[in-house]
């Protein structure tokens, strides 16, 4: 059913894949109320987190996903690790599967580090987000997400905000929605629109207020104040001005639209507080659902046949 | 010392003579091209059924020596020349430290007479230190021996540099090569900006980070009336720019490589970091407009930009893999396969790319063509053998190559330099 080595990306998962792992996050997200949050499906089993760029949300979601499968769970610190004494990505990771890793979850500054690392190991590897490639456990718990909350995907209307350039998460949520359906906005300064995005099967705005009439989900990304020394757009003042999501602009929105952001939020640049708490924000539920996804993807990752 | 080529298809575009022959050679230099040529006592290759062609002439090679001997060696490269055809390579001056000084140039030249097994040309600097600068001393350049100058790896960024660069060479009748590429517009760009790159999440370089320069270089030409000549072509817009220049007579000439007509940027799409080269390669349209651009003459050489880099240096994330490419061992074989056999170029059109028309670029006397009295440089090409390179197969130090496994007719069987067969031979390491 789902016959995969690693998680790298959406886009080489189809429509079924992508079902069976929300369905199979539902079981394990209904644990989370019951006073023990365990199940023994991966005892004996070594998850490793090696994380290359600085992570709280996404790293600790893997960690405590891993830990209710009951896997043993080790993090590295790449920061005091042989990384920085010059150790190269794939003798990291061999090292780490001498050590007996079962799945590496790997998080990188740089695309297609962890498809290196699948290439070069045994050892299952999950992508936690590279570069600007994709960021696949994200798309699946945001999927999740609008699922339970919209109880459908196909023939919603879903609008990404800000930096679709640099942003994994975009591009994992534009291919899985596309597969399940979904029609698929982005809104964003023409600077920060990958090339040739259209054939992905999007349509472009470049006006936020105009992009986000009758969409069903509102998704807003994280916008990297660095990117302003690339000219990218002339200052955060100005970016606030025209792709802030706000109190005003949520009243422009469908009565029922949903919120979401993946995280760390700039409060008061991307989104007003006013926003962020409303109640047409889901952005806790996002990460509560994150820990279930992650669940359903070691599971199924791990081939185990017995029931949950 | 007689050698003696038997009947084969003789192929010299620079003669426009394409017709079953004999060759003969005495003491190094082609003597008589003819059917039916008895010589007693000459040494005889029979080559019925083969092309002959005057040797294949690379005019863009990075030998890495000194400096990066690790990747390749000039006795290294030489002998990847030979495995792949080639009698005659200029080499690029990017080197540690670079060729901007005529000690470089007598080491380069020096180390290819003890060591190298086909002839070495080197191309010096167009600047001192590559920096882009200050011109390097060009003229002392020039008399000890460099055919051309380039700053290639890099881009003379600042126009009015490459102004006087081109300006000043004319009167050595220099060409000066460009490495057409704005680097503000390519800045940390590792593929072609496109869909490929937007899926991979790779930073793209745009077409126009080439052709911007093209342009720039082609208005310099015209100002100074020096002599440029087009690196790695691997754009249409930059091969329209080309055409249009040569049709006001302005003094350009340009040069692609087999990958720029063979390959397009979807290649890139599992991270293998042996399809990361600069320029990158670019979409289905460009290669299309390259094969044109080659058929109607707008591009008027083939060459390898043969750029070795080390296992370790390559297996790594693609953003931190060094660009280029090898290709010595396997520029014969496409030219064969993606040019020749799809009619896109006849033999002889195909032949002269990497013949004559460097040779007389780049004046190299008594090369490029089987005239009386030219230097025997010889290839005999079986165009019928079907091959395949495995890593272990190149005779490069390096094995970074986007071909290997890919199916090859056109097999270089027997190389000669100045009358000495070199390929196959005992090839010393």
Known sequence: MFNHKDLLDLEHLDKKEIELILETAKPFKSMFTRSIKKVPTLRGKTVVNLFYEPSTRTRTSFEI?????????????????????GESLIDTGKVLEAMKADFIIIRHSLAGAPAILARNLNARIINAGDGFHEHPTQGLLDMYTILEKKKRIAGLKVLLVGDILHSRV???????????????????PPTLIPPAIEDFGVKVFYDLDEALKDVDVINILRIQLERQQDNLFPSV??????????????RLAKHDVLIMHPGPMNRGIEISSEVADSAAAVINEQVTNGIAVRMAVLYLLSGQKDKI | MKLLIKNGMVIDPGQKFESRADVLVVDGKIAEVKPGIAAAGAQVIEASGKMVVPGLIDIHTHLREPGHEEAETIASGTRAAAHGGITTILCMPNTHPPIDNAPAVEFILLKAQKEGIVNVFPIGCVTKGSMGEELAEIGVLKRTGVVAISDDGNPVMNSQ???????????FKLPVISHCEDRNLTKNGVMNAGYTSTSLGLRGIPRQGEEVMVSRDIMLAELTGGFLHIAHVSTAGSVDLIRQAKKKNIQVTAETCPHYFTLTDDVVKNYDTNTK??????????????????RDGTIDCICTDHAPHTEEGKNKEYDLAPFGIIGLETMLGLVVTELIETKVLSWSEAIAKMTILPATLFNLAGRGTFKIGYHADITIIDPKKEYAYTAADFKSKSKNSPFIGRVLRGFPEITIVGGTVVWPAPMKP
């Open chain 1, 65 to 85: 996903a891993s830990k209710r499968l009951s896997a043993d769970v080790v993090n590295v610190a790449v920061a005091n690790s042989s990384v920085v004494k």
């Open chain 1, 170 to 188: 975009a591009k994992s949520n534009i291919w899985a929605l596309k597969k399940m359906g979904a029609d698929v906005r982005v809104v964003g």
């Open chain 1, 237 to 250: 003042h100005e970016y606030v001005a025209l792709y802030q999501m706000n109190g005003d602009r949520l």
């Open chain 2, 161 to 171: 540099v490459m102004r006087r660069a081109l300006q000043y060479a004319k009167m």
């Open chain 2, 277 to 294: 080269m600069s320029p990158p390669l670019r979409g289905a349209a460009d290669v299309a407009a390259i094969k044109e651009g080659l």
